[in-house]
């Protein structure tokens, strides 16, 4: 088998990772945390929050989602926040938010930021799923998240 074969399915590309990274990601340690928000629930902001509490150390290496009903002009970020922090008072992951209102039952993979220090998650920090726009319609929103433990 390949080397790189079993890190294909992740949402980067190989070029991104370093010849210690591909080692690591080989070793089985990506840990991947589904969240959805079922039926016409993904249409209320109020029930968007908490995805993910570190119990260890961790990198955010992916973040994808996908919805069976888009929304009128939704958007969804992903901001890491620290003890304390209040939801939609975090530091933003994704480098553009993701679009909800694009095409249905299709994932779209996010693009982190470039502030690597900022994907870097310690115990007790938390990823916090930030709604914006207008969420009218959505349905059916998965959101999966892409952990590397450190």
Known sequence: MNPDDSINSIPFTNSQLGPEAKNI???NVVKVVTHAIYGASAATAGNYGNLFTADKAYALIGVSAVWRVASSSGTLDIEKCGSGVAPDSGTALLSSTI?????ANTPVHATLTRTKRNLLLKRGD???AKDGGTLTSQDDLHITLYLLQL
């Open 126 to 128: 938390r990823l916090v």
């Open 99 to 103: 679009n909800l209102a694009g095409a």
């Open 25 to 27: 990601l080989n070793l």
